[in-house]
Structure formats: C-alpha cells, structure tokens
C-alpha cells in the first residue's frame, strides 16, 4: 500500500552569505495512505510548495524528513512511485497535446504503442481530444493545466503529488480534476493536493491540513472539522407550507429555536455547472 511520511520538516531558505532569511517550514508532520486524498490548504507563502518540493527530492529539508513507500526522496524507487505536478507548469510550447503525453510515456519506459494509446485515452479523459494535434504555446492556462496532469498519470505512479492542481480553471475543469482524483483513490493511490483556496479541495478531500507560516495549525477529516454538531437541518420536498407551519409549531413546543427556513439558494458553482455542464462542445 503506498504511503507518504512527513515527519518533523523544517525548512529554512539561506541567502547567499548563508544568514537564515525566510523558515518556509517548522516543524510539519504528516502522513497519508492509498486510497487518501490529503489537502494542504494555507495561503500565499504558507509552504506548501516547499513541502512538495522536499517531498519529491527538489530541495534538501533543513531537518526533518520525508519517506515514500519507505524510500527517500529522489531514490530511483521514490521517483518511479511519485508522480510530480509543479504550480508552474512545465510544458514544452512547440510539441502538441498527443505528443507532450507521448513523450511523458516514453520518459516513464512506455514502449511507442502503449504510450500512443495512453496519450489518446488520456487527452479523451482531460476533455483535449479536440485539441490533440494543436501546439501547447497556443493552449490557455486551463488546457496546460489539464495536460499537465494527464502527463503525470500517463506513468501511472501510485503517489500523486499535485500542487494547486485547480488554479487557472474554470468550474467545469475543476470539477473534471477533481473526479479523475476520485478515481485516483479508488485506485488505491496516495493523493497530496494543495491550494491556497479553500473551496476548491472542499468535496475531494478526505483529510485536511491547515498550514501556516510554515506551521500546521490543525488536521482532520472534513467531518470532524467542519460537521456542526449543535445544529439540525432538515430539506423537505415538496416545501409544502402546512407541514412546514406543523413542524414549527411543533419545535416551538419542545422549546427548540428554528434557526432557518427557507427555500435554499444554490451555490453559483452549482448553478454553472448546471447550465454549462451538460451540452458544452
Ligand atoms: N528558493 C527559495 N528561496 C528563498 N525563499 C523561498 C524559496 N522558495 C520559497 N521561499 C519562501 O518560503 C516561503 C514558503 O513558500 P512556498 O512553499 O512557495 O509557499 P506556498 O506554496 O504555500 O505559497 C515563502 O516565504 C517563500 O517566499
Ligand atoms: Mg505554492
């Protein structure tokens, strides 16, 4: 079962003359399993990149350590099991969509067959079949995104390490991201995402970390951070007014508040996704 350990990270950036400038990370543990997806939320500059990077074996801890599978960072077994999305995306502008996961396969010893074949199942999966033949230069932010993770999955690791795999698209390509994670864990891959916005990892996290100034605030399931165990709410359909008065007059009886009752709105996510989602070309 593939694993992620974090344990005890430190990480302080020296400059030049080595004086300690800036502690991106003090003192981080954490863990994940397969079939987990982790979220690192925090803001700007909060080290969550620096996490990742020290995690795939792009930048030394200044103490601490990390371990997947049980290998360290930048091992050949570590790199063979972890598939690597950077925030910036690193695509090369002059080959085009097919030939950019071609060329991810053949880096991660597909033979040309079986990469063909991936890179078309794989355009098909991040919705670029259309736009198979077309060069990256032209690609927006979104399409790069998209197939910058369609070129991670083409090796098939069994630790993904996304960071902000969301930013620059749009609600329907998040949604798109976020279910081919879901498929991800169902797979039994270890999943460690992170985003500076908190209502992108919402619905695909199973656990969460708040991360701050290089420090983890708090950790836990979504349930046990955000359930409101206080409060009731029940959704009635039809809203029929004569049941609803009933029930009021009911709770008003056992002595309870009613906090709200209303017609619920919609989120504008849900109400894009809506009218956007089904005939989209
Ligand atoms: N190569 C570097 N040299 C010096 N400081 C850095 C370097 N990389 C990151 N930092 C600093 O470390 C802190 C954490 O950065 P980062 O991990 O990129 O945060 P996040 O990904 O959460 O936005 C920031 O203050 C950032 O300026
Ligand atoms: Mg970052």
Redesign the pocket.
Request: net charge positive; charged share 30%.
């Given at each position: 079962m593939p694993d992620v350990e974090i344990t005890n990270l430190s990480?302080t950036?020296?400059?030049f003359f080595g004086r300690r400038?800036?502690?991106?990370?003090d003192g981080l543990s954490l863990s994940l399993r397969g079939g987990e997806v982790f979220g690192?939320l925090?803001?700007?500059?909060?080290?969550?990149?620096?996490?990742?990077?020290i995690a795939v074996g792009l930048?030394r801890p200044s103490s601490g350590q990390v371990t997947i599978n049980g290998h360290k960072p930048g091992s050949l077994a570590a790199r063979r099991a972890t598939g690597f999305l950077p925030?910036d995306s690193t695509l090369l502008p002059f080959l085009n969509a097919a030939e950019t996961l071609r060329l991810h396969g053949a880096l991660a010893g597909l033979d040309r067959a079986t990469a063909a074949k991936k890179a078309d199942e794989l355009l098909e999966r991040v919705d670029l079949k259309h736009a198979g033949k077309r060069r990256v230069k032209g690609f927006s932010k979104g399409m790069q995104r998209r197939l910058g993770i369609a070129s991670v999955l083409i090796a098939d690791p069994d630790v993904f390490i996304l960071?902000?795999p969301t930013s620059g698209l749009d609600p329907l390509g998040a949604v798109l991201v976020k279910d081919l994670i879901a498929d991800l864990r169902k797979q039994g891959k270890a999943i460690l995402i992170?985003s500076?916005l908190l209502g992108e990892l919402e619905n695909v996290c199973d656990r969460v970390a708040f991360?701050n100034?290089?420090k983890l605030l708090r950790e836990g399931t979504l349930d046990e951070l955000l359930r409101e165990h206080d409060v009731h709410e029940l959704r009635l359909s039809p809203p029929d007014p004569e049941a609803i008065k009933a029930l009021a007059a009911l709770a008003a009886e056992k002595g309870l508040k009613i906090m709200s009752s209303r017609a619920p709105m919609r989120t504008l996510e849900q109400f894009y996704i809506k009218i956007l989602g089904k005939d989209e070309s």
């Open positions: 990480k950036f020296r400059d400038r800036v502690q991106a990370l690192l925090g803001p700007n500059g909060s080290g969550k990149s620096t996490t990742f990077k930048l925030e960071d902000e992170s500076h991360l100034k290089g």
